[in-house]
């Protein structure tokens, strides 16, 4: 009895509009935060000395020594440093919530960011590389996760609300734990502390550099499995029975999705919410099917934390909050909104 | 794809207990066969062992292969299940929901080909949902959802249908609906059909042959008529129960006995107090 369809229904994609109009605003918050500064330079001037430095076009920079300096040396970094930690950490978030189920998975409610925390709290007053900063940082982010889990089972049920607790409890105690550390080595507080209140304000491209790798092959490998995240939606049996090696999945989004907020963590302290934030947004427009919420939380996240940042600038001017301070003020009642709609489902 | 089925020695544990022992079974291509028996019979843990998801020993083939043999991607090219309680993700379209049964053809990208996207659509008119294919699954009735789930089952091609109880939360009218859809299905594409039953009057319906289960083990099978008395159904369910059979085929109606009047419940459930 098989019938013909007689009009193809289509499954969801992402489509050119919805990408477009993120790019717009993601494009939007780089403009303005490359803008915002003491020092006085215009967009044609912004425009005019990045397209100076393509060969063969033949533009002129109408910037001076000092105003490229600015650019090149505090602006630009900036605002590159605060797109790839704002993609990788929504992509992160996004990602917990397909693999575990979870609308509430969030690196930082989940302990990782604690772990990575005191993961690179422990690489800088031991004095280890640079290098092994974000290797440090992951390792403490690995360590986290699995004990958050780990303590979520023995509670004897896998709700959401059981994890998040679960989740609070291990925060509570990395933290407690970086805490303890910074104050044997008082001699590194001030840098550690630095770091901790987020270092958007005082990066560079070695701080671009540090996190690009990891963020670029996290990014690919969460991307890659944003259909099977749609698979894991019906349950773990389910989807073992569609073929789907779920325990592989899982151990490999999440080990992607712990190296991403790690390395983010590492080089931009602790700036929380934006797993949450972002995603839920983006669920918002354009449906659940992870195949879209995945790409567009990367570039909807990267267009956030830019203009998180301009926020942080601008609120109080010419002091500057921590921008994980903007983060959580919008963070913490996005937070109860979403624990209170996907109630029925904890 | 031939969906001749062959069982032999199956065993399933569960937490240290034996739930199947030593199953033997086999099914013709295109047959329907009913799994029946009281609570804990092991109806569930058999398709959950052809399903690939329990562990179990003992061998199982399909066509001429065995499915230990088989990555899960080829298993569930040959067998597709419809679970009891299936999850239906929140804001999922029914088109989106009926793709996943397309998982084990996609690339190793995830990228679905213009042919998956028919073979959706097809399961989807098949069950008579073109008109909510683009509709949140959640948002449907509940014989409207029941359907999709089977639509999802029928993307998947497999030669093998695993129905686990797929009508018990349906009321009567869309329960037949289902059903008839499947008989439909299963008789056009020559679908090999087991499921599990706890509705003894539809088991002899729908079903070309029975297997009464109890304690993880055959008590019987055979016809509707060898399997349905009312002295098995007595000796295994703890049911009294008047089988009637008339020009439309078998009928169990279970009969309140006055011990259970005054009990307030049946035999084996006062066994259990």
Known sequence: MTAIPTRLATPTRLSWFSVGVVAILVAAALVTGALLGPADIGVSQILGEVLSRIPGLGVESELTEIQRDILWSWRFPRVVLGMMVGGTLALSGAAYQGVFRNPLADPYLLGIAAGAALGATLAIVTGLPAALLVPSAFVGGVGAVVATFALGRTMGDRSATTLILAGVAIASFLTAATTFVQQRNSESLREVFAWILGRLSTSGWTEVALLAPYAVVSTLVMLRYRRTLDMLAVGDDEAASLGVDVNRVRTVVVLAATAGTAAAVAVSGLIAFVGIIVPHAVRLFVGTSYRVVLPLSLLSGAGFLVAADIAARGLMSPAELPIGVVTSFLGAPFFVLVLRTSRRNL | ?273
């Open chain 2, 1 to 273: 794809m031939n969906g001749a089925m062959d069982i032999s020695g199956l065993t399933v544990q569960r937490s240290g207990s034996v739930v199947v022992q030593d199953l033997d079974l086999s099914l013709g291509n295109g047959e329907w066969l009913g799994l029946i028996g009281p609570n804990g019979a092991g109806k569930t843990s058999v398709l959950e062992a052809i399903a690939g998801l329990v562990a179990s020993t003992g061998r199982i083939d399909i066509g001429d292969e065995a499915i230990a043999s088989m990555s899960s991607r080829e298993r569930a090219r040959r067998v597709a299940l419809v679970p009891q309680n299936p999850v239906i993700p929140a804001g999922m379209t029914v088109i989106d929901y009926v793709m996943l049964g397309r998982t084990p053809y996609l690339t190793r990208l995830g990228v679905e080909s213009t042919e998956d996207v028919v073979a959706a659509n097809i399961a989807i008119c098949d069950l008579d949902l073109a008109d909510h294919a683009t509709t949140p699954v959640d948002r449907l009735s509940g014989g409207e959802r029941q359907r999709v789930v089977i639509a999802r089952a029928l993307a998947q091609a497999s030669p093998v249908l695993l129905l686990d109880e797929p009508t018990s939360a349906l009321d009567v009218g869309v329960r037949m609906e289902v059903l008839d859809h499947i008989d439909a299905i299963r008789r056009s594409c020559g679908l090999t059909v087991i499921s599990a039953v706890h509705d003894l009057t539809l088991a002899a319906q729908f079903c070309d042959r029975l297997v009464m289960l109890s304690g993880g083990s055959i008590v019987a099978q055979g016809s509707a008529e060898g399997v349905l008395t009312a002295d098995t159904i007595r000796r295994h369910y703890g049911a009294r129960v008047r089988v009637i059979s008339d020009g439309d085929g078998l009928i169990v109606i279970p009969i309140r006995t006055g011990d259970s009047r005054e009990a307030g419940g049946s035999g084996r459930m006062a066994s259990h107090r």
